[in-house]
């Protein structure tokens, strides 16, 4: 089936050190799949970080990067130097072309940045 | 801040209970989605409308799950008969509607059955 693995949590990183949550996708029903990744802030919903929808391509926002590959089915989200302020839960998720598609979610990586 | 605005925050029912949330969701957006989020963070996908229709659901064959988008009215999912297991976080979400599109989420609904 469709499916999305990421690292599991609590990841603890300090502040200024680089991070790399992994993310791997399975799409068996979904022909090009497009993929994202959320992130939910202490107190908040659930908000796109980024998103990419062509292979080979990197998406990039508040100094994060993910490249969708389709050879490894990656999408590992990448910052290199973290900050207090980026404390919170990440989703990878995968999802559709078309706007029905509902997005397949993984179970969300805890980040905590020490000083 | 969200524009997708789930009510209530909290919900607490006993067992064989009703259980009622209700989603705005962001203005102009025609698809909605409604996730089970467990205690081990995993999604379910529950079922998706665009307008007031369904365009997929899944796993509501237990019949105890309902939901509804009626034109000019929030959309809800109701349990009908809350069970133990059903204890989750709710999340509603929406879309603009056209494709490749990211889904905003609302805050959810806690539902603790108790």
């Known amino acids: 089936g469709d499916s999305v693995t990421q690292t599991e949590g609590p990841v603890t990183v300090s502040e200024s050190e680089s991070l790399i949550i992994n993310c791997t996708y399975s799409?068996?029903?979904?022909?090009?799949?497009?993929l994202f990744w959320y992130v939910r802030y202490p107190g908040e919903g659930l908000q796109l970080l980024l998103k990419?929808?062509?292979?080979?391509q990197k998406g990039s926002s508040r100094g994060f990067e993910a490249t969708y590959n389709k050879e490894t089915t990656s999408f590992h989200l990448q910052k290199a130097s973290v900050q207090e302020s980026d404390s919170a839960v990440y989703y990878c998720a995968l999802g559709g072309p078309n706007s029905g598609t509902y997005q397949r979610f993984g179970t969300g990586t805890k980040l905590q940045v020490v000083p | 801040n969200s524009k997708v605005i789930q009510t209530p925050r909290y919900l607490v029912k006993g067992q064989g209970q009703k259980a009622k949330m209700r989603c705005i969701p962001e203005k102009g957006h025609p698809v909605v989605f409604w996730y089970q989020q467990n205690k081990n963070n995993e999604f379910k996908f529950l079922i998706n409308f665009q307008n007031q229709e369904v365009l997929q659901q899944i796993d509501m064959t237990e019949k105890r799950f309902s939901a509804e988008c009626p034109s000019n009215s929030p959309c809800s999912l109701e349990i009908q008969s809350s069970e133990a297991g059903d204890s989750a976080l709710y999340l509603c979400a929406s879309s603009p509607g056209h494709s490749n599109e990211r889904l905003f989420f609302g805050h959810g609904t806690k539902l603790s059955v108790l």
């Open positions: 990419v929808i062509t292979a080979g």
């Open positions: 799409a068996t029903s979904i022909a090009y799949p497009n």
